[in-house]
C-alpha cells in the first residue's frame, strides 16, 4: 500500500490531445475495470510497431488515460543479469565400487529448472541418473540415462528438470565403463518469473551454403522480440557445431554413449531482436552440413505496469522512431513495482494511429534551397510521389551509370530551385539476371568462355554471380572487359576469383568483385579446364549498389531530379545536422519518370575511340618534330 500510495504522488501528468500524436504510427486500446497498480503484457503486435532507434527498448510508448493525460509507466524488461544461477548447498560426494554418488540441496525455496555439476576434468563422459525429494526419504527418479561429458569444446554438465520446488537432488554417476571423476561441486537454476518464456513462432526463410558454414535466415514474424532461446531439431545421429545469433555463440552436439544419447541444441539468446528476420550461421567446417527439419524459439515477456486512477477505455500509442525517452519518476521504483501485486487489463486489436501524419514524423526545414540554373545538366526525369512527407527514392541503375560516380551532380529542382536532400548508402546489393552464351575457341579448346551482355552499357555493376551445375570442379574464373581502338582491340582484367567444388558438398555461389563498374555492355568470362570437362554454368547475375534519396516535400507540385554534369560543385546543405530525424522518418516512396535531355547534354567519350583529342596529336607531333630537329642539328656534317 506504501508503494502504491508513493506511486501516485509520483504520477505527474501532463493533458495529452489526439493531434499531440500525429507522429504516432499504431494505438491500442486498454479497458481498465479496477483502478490501483495495473499491470499488462504488451503484446507482439504492438512491440513490433515500435520504432525507437536507440534509448531503452519501447520508449515510444505512451499511455493516455480516459480523460487524455499522459500516465507514467515503467517495462519490466527481463532482468537476464539477476542471478538465477546459485551454489547448492551440502554437497557431498560418495565413491561406490560400480558409481559416484553426488548428494546436494537447494539453498532457496525456489521452483529448479535445471542441476549444474562443478569439475575441472577435462576429458570424460559418464551416464547420470537424478533424483529429486523433498524429504530425503521418499525420491523420484527425475531423469536416467542423460549423458555428462566434457571432450574438447563439448560440454554438458547440466541436466534439465521439469520446473518443481525440489528441496534435495542425488545424482549417481555409472563408473563401470571409465575411471571415476571428481565432482567439486553443484548449482541449481531458479525459475525467475522475469525469465519466464512463451512460444515464439519462427520459420526458415532461407538457407545459404557458403564455405565452412550455413546460414538460416529466420523469420520470427513480428520485429522487436525478446528472443529467449532457439533450438534446432535435426536427424542427426552425432554430430558437434558452433553455432551463433545475435551476438550469443553455443556449441550444439549430439553424442552416444553405452545406449544413451546426450545433446545439446538450444541457443540461449535472452536479448532484443529489433528486425522480423535474424541470421543463425552454424560453422561446419570440413563436415557436410546439418539436415535441420525445423526451429523452435521461445521469447521473453514485456510486461507494463502503471497506475490506473480511472476505469474505463485507456489508450497505449506507439511507432514514433522521433519519440524523445520519458523520463518519468517512477523509474526509480523500478524494482518494487515488477514484483508488487497489480490488477489486470484487458486490451483490444493494435490499430493504425487516424490521426497519423507522415509529415509529423520530420523537423520542418523549409521546401528549397538556393535558385539552380540547369541548363548545363545532361538528363531530367521526374520525381512521383502521391503525399507530401519525407520521400525516398531509390535511384535506378541508369542513373547511377549516368551520375558522377560519387554522385556529386545529382540534383532535386522544383520550380528552378534546389530541394536539399541526403544520400543513403545502405551497403546492399539488388541482383539481376543477365543472358549469356558459350563461345567456342578453336585455338584454345581447352579454354570455355561466355559473353555476357548486360542490361545496358556501363550498367553500375559491381558483382558477378555465378552457378554451376557441374559437380566436381577447381576452376580460375577470370572477368574481362574488352574496347575497339584506333590500335585495335584492348582488354582490361575487371574480376577474378578461384571456385572449388567436391561431391557432396553444397552448391554455393561464386561471387566475383568487379574493380570497376563496365564501361560496355558486354563482358568477358573465361577457364581454363585443362583435361577435364568443360564447366557448365547454369546462370548469371550481376549486383548494383542500393543508393537512396531523402528529401522533404510540403506537397506533390512536381519535382524533377537532374544528373549528368562532371563539372557540377558539390552541394552544400544544413540538411546533415537533421539526418538522423530524416532517417528515422516515415517515408513516402518515389519512382522516376521518363529520362529526358537537357541543353547541356553531350556524348560522353568512349574508350572505343582511342584517338584521344585531336589538340593533344597536335602537341606531340609538334614535340616530336622539334626534338628532331635539335637532334639533326647535334649530328656532325658528313665531308
Given amino acids: 500500500m506504501k508503494t502504491q500510495r508513493l506511486l501516485f504522488a509520483l504520477c505527474l501528468t501532463s493533458v495529452a490531445s489526439a493531434a499531440d500524436f500525429a507522429a504516432w504510427t499504431h494505438h491500442q486500446t486498454v479497458s481498465v475495470t479496477q483502478t490501483g497498480l495495473t499491470r499488462l503484457d504488451l503484446t507482439p503486435a504492438l512491440l513490433d510497431a515500435s520504432r525507437t532507434m536507440s534509448g531503452a527498448p519501447f520508449h515510444d510508448l505512451r499511455i493516455i488515460n480516459p480523460e487524455g493525460v499522459e500516465t507514467p509507466y515503467i517495462i519490466a524488461l527481463p532482468r537476464t543479469l539477476r542471478p538465477g544461477r546459485v551454489g547448492a548447498a551440502a554437497f557431498k560426494a560418495t565413491l561406490n565400487p560400480t558409481a559416484t554418488v553426488l548428494e546436494f540441496q537447494s539453498s532457496t525455496g525456489d521452483t529448479i529448472t535445471e542441476v549444474m555439476l562443478q569439475t575441472n576434468a577435462q576429458d570424460f563422459i559418464k551416464a547420470a541418473t537424478l533424483e529429486a525429494s523433498h524429504d530425503r526419504i521418499t525420491w523420484q527418479t527425475l531423469g536416467s540415462g542423460e549423458i555428462i561429458c566434457r571432450q574438447s ?33 553443484a548449482q541449481v537454476l531458479r525459475e525467475l518469473p ?57 556449441t550444439l552436439f549430439r553424442i552416444k554413449h553405452d545406449g544413451f544419447t546426450g545433446e545439446e541444441l538450444d541457443i540461449p539468446v535472452h536479448q532484443l531482436s529489433t528486425t522480423r528476420e535474424v541470421e543463425l550461421v552454424i560453422r561446419h567446417g570440413d563436415s557436410p552440413p546439418l539436415l535441420i527439419e525445423r526451429i523452435e524459439a521461445t ?3 514485456v510486461p507494463i505496469i ?7 477505455e485507456w489508450q497505449m500509442f506507439i511507432g514514433n522512431a522521433q519519440a524523445a525517452e520519458p523520463r518519468y519518476d517512477i523509474t526509480a521504483l523500478s524494482d518494487k513495482l515488477r514484483d508488487a501485486r497489480a490488477n489486470s487489463a484487458a486490451v483490444g486489436e493494435v490499430q493504425p494511429n487516424s490521426a497519423f501524419r507522415k509529415t509529423a514524423t520530420a523537423p520542418e526545414i523549409g521546401d528549397s534551397a538556393a535558385v539552380l540554373d540547369v541548363s548545363a545538366w545532361s538528363y531530367r526525369r521526374p520525381i512521383t510521389f502521391q503525399e507530401a512527407g519525407v520521400i525516398e527514392l531509390e535511384l535506378d541503375p541508369a542513373v547511377l551509370a549516368r551520375a558522377e560516380s560519387d554522385l556529386h551532380d545529382l540534383r532535386v529542382i522544383r520550380n528552378g530551385r534546389q530541394i536539399p536532400y541526403l544520400i543513403l548508402k545502405l551497403g546492399t546489393q539488388r541482383e539481376v539476371d543477365v543472358t549469356f552464351s558459350e563461345v567456342p575457341d578453336v585455338k584454345a579448346p581447352t579454354y570455355s568462355h561466355w559473353d555476357i551482355t548486360l542490361p545496358f552499357a556501363a550498367f553500375p555493376a559491381s558483382e558477378l554471380i555465378v552457378e554451376s551445375s557441374s559437380t566436381l570442379f577447381e576452376r580460375h574464373l577470370a572477368v574481362m572487359e574488352y574496347h575497339d581502338t584506333n590500335q585495335g582491340r584492348m582488354g582490361r582484367s575487371s574480376g577474378s576469383a578461384m571456385w572449388r567444388r567436391k561431391p557432396g558438398q553444397s552448391t554455393e555461389t561464386l561471387r566475383i568483385q568487379l574493380h570497376h563498374p563496365p564501361q560496355t555492355d558486354t563482358l568477358k568470362l573465361s577457364t581454363d579446364n585443362g583435361d577435364n570437362a568443360a564447366l557448365q554454368l547454369t546462370s548469371i547475375r550481376v549486383s548494383h549498389p542500393v543508393v537512396r534519396l531523402l528529401f522533404r516535400a510540403a506537397d506533390t507540385t512536381p519535382v524533377h531530379l537532374c544528373y549528368g554534369h ?17 532517417e528515422t522518418a516515415t517515408k513516402v516512396s518515389a519512382s522516376l519518370g521518363e529520362e529526358k535531355t537537357l541543353s547541356g547534354y553531350k556524348s560522353m567519350p568512349t574508350q572505343s575511340s582511342g584517338s584521344g583529342s585531336p589538340w593533344l596529336w597536335a602537341a606531340l ?18 665531308i
Wanted: aromatic fraction near 6%.
Fill in 299 to 301: 521469447r521473453h515477456v
Fill in 194 to 250: 522475469e525469465l519466464l518464456t512463451v512460444p515464439q513462432t519462427v520459420s526458415i526463410r532461407a538457407r545459404h551454403e557458403l564455405k565452412n558454414e550455413t546460414r538460416l535466415i529466420l523469420d520470427l514474424g513480428t520485429a522487436n522480440v525478446m528472443l529467449g532461446s532457439v533450438r534446432l531439431h535435426t536427424p542427426e545421429p552425432v554430430f558437434q557445431r558452433e553455432a551463433s545469433l545475435l551476438g550469443a555463440r553455443a
Fill in 153 to 185: 569444446s563439448t560440454e554438458r554438465l547440466r541436466l534439465p528438470i521439469t520446473p518443481t520446488a525440489w528441496k534435495h537432488f542425488r545424482v549417481t554417476l555409472d563408473d563401470t565403463r571409465s575411471p571415476p571423476v571428481v565432482f567439486t561441486g
Fill in 306 to 312: 502503471f497506475q490506473a486512477n480511472t476505469p474505463g
Fill in 566 to 582: 562532371r563539372s557540377a560543385t558539390y552541394p552544400r546543405y544544413d540538411l546533415d545536422l537533421v539526418r538522423r530525424e530524416f
Fill in 621 to 638: 607531333t609538334l614535340v616530336v618534330g622539334g626534338l628532331l630537329w635539335i637532334v639533326a642539328k647535334m649530328l656532325p656534317k658528313q
